[in-house]
């Protein structure tokens, strides 16, 4: 019953990847703010959408900022920021529906529920894998449709932080080679209970 609701959890959070992408389009750079006596409410900064350095040269004058605001909201450039938010969170809602359907059918009953779980694992892996290597296309692709709004201009934007890859890669990588080791064990388990 716990996997089956936690399960749940994962699947709610997938459609919520969803409602995101479309934030980032239609809000860029929304984030919630609470407190000041103000109650809750959602404030628009797009400049946090900025690598720091140039995000520090937008800020630098109100006439910069007006600028740069003024570019984000164009809207082919907003069409643009939920497309690449859907590079970005695409991979990692497959990996929150691959958990949710696991844990779900962990929860059920029956001989097959596990090697039913260790696939939709195993895609769940793969999408991590996915989605690590896609972290330096989102961060270029952002910084080269946000570049006409800065101060540096127009330009093709590299930019690879070999930190985010690598945490994230290895861990899906042990991930995949954890699922692939049960799945093997379970293989040779039946081979052996058919053999007997």
């Keep these: 019953m716990l996997c089956r609701a936690i399960g749940l959890i994962f ?3 997938a459609v919520v990847m969803g409602v995101v992408i479309v934030v980032a ?3 860029p750079g929304a984030s919630p703010v609470c407190g000041g006596g103000f109650g809750c409410g959602w404030r628009n900064q797009p400049s946090i959408l900025l690598d720091q350095d140039v995000r520090v040269l937008v800020l630098a004058t109100p006439e910069r900022l007006q600028a740069f ?7 082919q450039v907003r069409l643009g920021l939920a497309a690449i938010e859907a590079i970005n969170l695409g991979p990692f809602a497959v990996v929150l529906i691959g958990v949710g359907l696991a844990l779900r059918r962990l929860g059920g ?13 195993r895609l769940s ?9 896609t972290s ?21 934007e590299m930019v690879i932080y070999l930190d985010k890859i690598g945490a ?24 052996l209970d058919s053999f007997v």
């Design 125 to 133: 892996s793969i999408a991590a894998v996915a989605w690590a290597l």
């Design 168 to 191: 994230g890669l290895l861990l899906a990588v042990a991930a995949y080679a954890a699922i692939w080791a049960v799945e093997a064990g379970l293989d040779a388990r039946r081979d």
């Design 109 to 121: 009953k029956g001989e097959t529920v596990l090697g039913q779980a260790l696939r939709w694992l």
């Design 69 to 75: 605001e003024a570019y984000v909201w164009r809207p």
């Design 136 to 156: 330096p296309i989102y961060e270029s692709l952002l910084g080269t449709l946000l570049s006409p709004g800065t101060p540096n201009g127009d330009k093709i």
């Design 25 to 27: 389009g239609l809000s």
């Design 11 to 13: 699947l709610v959070a």
